[in-house]
């Protein structure tokens, strides 16, 4: 079993940065990719970013390329997801999840966590 958790949400102005963080337990997610989700009120969750297991490559929904940074420490077992120039509409309850496997391409995911609030005011 691996448990994750995400910390790191909370209130910030439109142009502010967040930074979030997913601390698995249980088992080591070392050796797994990593994403992010979120879930706007009244809407779908959604794909915001991903990271394989090394670190090496990344991947990024278009609404926030260039302003967020997928990153990870395997000797923490944590994943990160810095977030600037925040705009309202990034406003959402942030998930993290890991793959199935240890690229993100093609793969599923199989734990979720319990998601952090991150509003976004303007």
């Known amino acids: 079993q691996v448990q994750l958790v995400e910390s790191g949400g909370g209130l910030v102005q439109a142009g502010g940065s967040l930074r979030l963080s997913c601390a698995a337990s249980?088992?080591?997610?070392?050796?797994?990719?990593m994403g992010w989700f979120r879930q706007a009120p009244g809407r779908e969750r959604e794909f915001v970013a991903a990271?394989?297991?090394?670190?090496?490559?990344?991947n990024y929904a278009d609404s926030v390329k260039g302003r967020f940074t997928i990153s990870r420490d395997n000797a923490k077992n944590t994943v990160y997801l810095q977030m600037n120039s925040l705009k309202p509409e990034d406003t959402g309850v942030y998930y993290c999840?890991?793959?199935?496997?240890?690229?993100?391409?093609?793969?599923?995911?199989?734990?979720w966590g319990k998601g952090t609030l991150v509003t976004v005011s303007s």
């Open positions: 999840a890991r793959y199935t496997s240890s690229h993100y391409s093609g793969s599923g995911m199989d734990y």
């Open positions: 249980g088992r080591t997610v070392s050796y797994s990719a």
């Open positions: 990271i394989s297991w090394s670190g090496a490559t990344t």
